[in-house]
């Protein structure tokens, strides 16, 4: 009988915070006021005056693929002397595993329990974004998407005033291999520029080279095929985790190919990167441009069981680059604090001194990280996944914690000692544990649909609040499905 009341309390509690939250965001994640002015952040915000911005996702790139990340191969060396001239962020996280959910969180500064924008779900109808937050401030705001999880269709970006995929050039793209390359994107985006070169615009660009399917040129695929991949060490699942059916089915081919191939991606990626960059250098706008290239997740290689991404919270699957190229490649130079992708939305707002409502984000603002003025912006970020179960990190710099959607698994590592996160330790540490698990308890309690579920395996999760499901048309459904995100 006791037992059952505790339950019965247990649920009106919930039930009392799920409609406070529906109502209302908590203001614990407020970045505050815009950042005080001091010598640096003059100079940062002076170099930035009039600028336009173009932020880049090359999909589905892991950082430590990246040269400039410490990548022995060649894979991407236009990147890396652009990270010469740019702020370089070595410890940036995506908020979600997977395309669509953390795109929303790019935009919104919003965790996915927040924009509520994954699956079938759109964002929220008045969000606050990126593209509405300047073209309130005067930028013209344009998506070139080569991704259908990042675009209109799906949901996200429909704020934007021009928004261009494939389908817009002549001829028209005519399979959905085509629709991946970079090209005819590049080829959009010159267009564009040559009629809007003296407007003050936002553009986002996402391309989708590294992700598969892997159609790089012939020149790009010899460079690593037949070779053994640096540092590569196969695992398995540390839990009973439900999808290795799945993955036993996903068509790729064996490894360690499957990885030259990727690398061999992400060089045309990293093409792809150059010729934006020649664009904007060639109509006179490098030096008038914040360029901002980062990613919106990783790729796993069976490192701990898991292939491709969706799937996972490892840093194989959520540690992105993040290089902000300002313009004149002022203040260059390497920024050590963890940072994750909700930071973006108010780090453009505080550089360029434009008021946005704080009360709307999750963020934090890195202008003091770039102005020296601090050494960290978190002390955690927290990131999630998709799964059976789905799973979510809490993420320091020392110590990650995993927890599981079931409410009962639970992984700690010691990222000094076990970088790799291969040895869980939650049993050696618990006093860590569950300091870590009280910084996800407050996370939760502060979302609009808090996960509670990842912490008592007896509380069913809350139903999704809002706006319902997008119906997708059958040719955006089948791009979805030759992309792997639809089985």
């Not at 010729?275 to 490192?303: K, N, P």
């Amino acid at each position: 009988m006791r037992r059952l009341l505790w339950v019965l309390g247990g649920l009106v509690l919930v039930a009392g915070l799920y409609w406070v939250l529906r109502h209302k965001l908590s203001e614990r994640f407020e970045p505050g006021e815009l950042t005080p002015g001091d010598p640096v952040v003059d100079v940062l915000r002076e170099s930035v005056r009039d600028a336009s911005i173009v932020l880049v996702v090359i999909d589905a790139a892991r950082a430590d693929h990246v040269g400039c990340y410490g990548y022995p191969r060649e894979t991407t060396p236009n990147i890396d002397e652009l990270a010469r001239e740019s702020l370089v962020f070595r410890r940036h996280f995506a908020q979600y595993a997977m395309t669509k959910p953390s795109t929303a969180s790019l935009f919104t500064s919003q965790h996915a329990d927040t924009h509520l924008a994954y699956g079938s779900r759109p964002l929220l109808e008045g969000a606050f974004t990126l593209a509405g937050g300047l073209q309130a401030a005067g930028f013209a705001t344009v998506m070139f998407s080569s991704n259908p999880n990042a675009a209109p269709a799906t949901g996200l970006g429909s704020d934007f005033q021009e928004v261009y995929d494939q389908t817009h050039v002549e001829p028209l793209v005519k399979n959905w291999e085509e629709f991946t390359l970079p090209r005819p994107l590049l080829s959009l985006i010159e267009s564009w520029l040559e009629k809007n070169a003296r407007k003050r615009f936002f553009a986002y660009v996402h391309f989708d080279p590294p992700h598969q399917p892997y159609l790089q040129p012939d020149e790009m695929t010899e460079m690593f095929a037949g070779q053994e991949p640096p540092a590569f060490e196969r695992g398995r699942f540390e839990f009973p985790v439900g999808d290795r059916e799945l993955l036993a089915r996903s068509l790729h081919p064996p490894l360690p190919e499957w990885i030259n191939l990727y690398d061999a991606n992400l060089r045309f990626a990293d093409w792809a990167v150059a010729e934006l960059v020649r664009l904007l250098a060639e109509a006179d706008l490098l030096e008038e441009t914040v360029l901002v290239v980062t990613s919106d997740h990783g790729e796993a290689f069976g490192e701990h069981g898991y292939l491709w991404h969706e799937r996972g919270v490892y840093d194989e699957l959520l540690h992105v680059p993040l290089l902000v190229r300002l313009p004149g490649g002022t203040g260059a130079g390497e920024i050590a604090g963890l940072t994750q992708t909700i930071d973006l939305l108010p780090t453009v707002f505080d550089v360029l001194g434009v008021p946005y409502p704080a009360g709307e984000t999750q963020g934090t603002s890195l202008l003091p990280l770039m102005a020296g003025l601090q050494e960290r912006a978190h002390d955690v970020i927290i990131a999630g996944s998709d799964g059976d179960p789905p799973s979510y990190v809490v993420r320091g710099e020392d110590w990650a914690l995993m927890l599981w959607g079931n409410g009962e698994w639970r992984g700690l590592y010691d990222l000094r000692s076990d970088p790799g996160q291969r040895h869980n330790v939650i049993e050696d540490h618990p006093a860590v544990g569950e300091q870590m698990l009280a910084e996800f308890r407050r996370f939760a309690l502060n979302q609009r649909r808090p996960p509670l579920e990842f912490l008592d395996p007896d509380v069913e999760p809350l139903p999704v609040p809002g706006e319902g499901t997008l119906e997708l048309d059958a040719e955006v459904e089948r791009q979805l499905r030759a992309l792997g995100y639809v089985r």
